[in-house]
């Protein structure tokens, strides 16, 4: 089974803040923290943590610059390619 994504390391290795994290992935903050309760375990929202942790590892993200935009913007948007 996999290791569950620390979403407070990841955030914190991005620079970002809760709001920042809730604006690119295009959620409430209150799920952010949620999260960083209970992490997901399963679904869309896992799979997305995974991608951008993956992407981080690579150096594919930077910090906030990369969530500027706010509310919907979806996911894939702003990052660089």
């Not at 390391?9 to 799920?31: C, I, K, M, S």
């Not at 679904?43 to 991608?51: N, T």
């Amino acid at each position: 089974m996999d290791q569950p994504i620390d979403i407070v390391a990841l955030r914190d290795e991005l620079g970002w803040t809760q709001q920042q994290f809730a604006d690119y992935f295009d959620v409430d903050r209150t799920t952010i923290s949620n999260w960083q309760t209970e992490p997901p375990t399963k679904g869309p929202a896992l799979i997305l943590l995974r991608q951008l942790a993956a992407s981080v590892r690579q150096g594919a993200v930077a910090g906030p610059a990369a969530s500027q935009g706010g509310a919907g913007q979806s996911c894939g948007e702003g990052a660089p390619a």
